[in-house]
């Protein structure tokens, strides 16, 4: 479970800025909260604000340290994601912090970022009391200091390598705790542990990510596609079953003229557990190939309608509507929010799905009590600011202030009583986070119909 998340000087956010899951003294939908190590944390929150205003820059900013970690090093360009309308902080590094939940403690881990190299990097074992240090990372005046836990230093060699770590191995532009986690994992459990957090639990998911290898999950996964085909057909879309196509490959070639296919056979047979996904150059549909019982086979998923005779009609994905692709593409999301444990930030949720829809899936995550996920999102539909859907303290918005740095703040920050129409207060500007187009209707502009 994500419970906070701290940035500074990144894309719109100048100051030290904090989104947080805390639950306020509010007792509605009392099941939203959950105790962790003694921490209460939502499963549920909404972001709101207007076209500009950074909301999506802080589903960025949490993919960006995601990413880094990934990686390991700090990759060339990412200085030029500072704030660019402070001068002062051009010279400034970029911090963020993350505290998350990664069974069966909680961590607190942040990483100051300058001139490509990384100028600070702590990682702890956060406690009610006082945090639980794993490690301390320091570069000042061109020399790095690093701090294990004490424990650490009762073994001669454990000081030995601290000592040449610090002066020759690790690299300035590396992040400590990647290294740790690739080189030396089963010296450092706790690493590894939150590591596989950021890599398995922490999902993001962008307006243009698709469900990867979708039809090989809903081929492989019967569970998944009878879930699959329920879901669908309840949202009315007018599909009444989803299949899968198999092909083995030299069925499959005869068809295709896609010019990479060669290499990416050839890369298969290399690597037999591998997969890769190509669209076809004729029906520009994705077409998966994977290694299966000792044969390259391509998966293909479809969609079938029913005619107005009652047979059942075949349509490609790309013949069905942008709404609908995105709806199944969010299948393997909903799914595992329900059963597992994973965190999704998902940013502009109703892209290009209805409105009523979407409050709909919302709506159903909200109420179901035994779902296990997580769920942050970005959005502007304003339908779901319904107090039996989210909870105040669930609701942020995103604001710019004069100087176009992005602010963060909660709905609980104002005395809502349980009875008010939330959303009409929002699309009134009682809260913020909407935009001002006052000067919109002063626009004259047919004047520039007659400029050549």
Known sequence: MLIKFIVKNLFSFKEETEFNLFPSKTSRLPHHKINLNGIDVLRLSAVYGANGSGKSNLVKSIGLLKSMIGEGTIEDGVENNKFKLSFKNKTLPIEMGIEFYCNPNVYYYTVSINDSQVVYEYFAESKKEKDILIFERKIENEIQKINFFPEYYKDEKNKLFASVLEEKILEKNQLLFTFLRKKYEHEFRDIKNAYDWFEDTLTIISPETKADGLAHILDYEKGMNDFANDLISSFNTGITKLGIEKEIIDEF?????????????ATLKKNPNSSATLTHSMTKEDVILMNENDKIMTKRLFTEHTDEDGNQVEFTLPQE?????????????????????????????????????IKEIISKFSLDEQAKGQ?????????????????????WFAQKDFNGATKLYSLSDYKVHNTIDIENGYLNGRYGGIPFLSNLQDLNWHKYSDVK
């Open 253 to 265: 070639i005869e068809k295709s003229d896609n010019k990479e296919l060669k290499s990416v056979i």
């Open 321 to 357: 509507s942008d709404g609908t692709r995105r709806l199944l593409d969010y299948i393997p999301a909903i799914e595992q929010l329900i059963n597992t444990n994973k965190v999704f930030l998902i940013d502009e949720i109703e892209r290009s799905i209805h409105p009523l829809t």
């Open 375 to 395: 769920l942050v999102f970005t959005t502007h539909e304003s339908n779901l600011l319904d107090q039996d859907i989210l909870r105040t303290d669930e609701i």
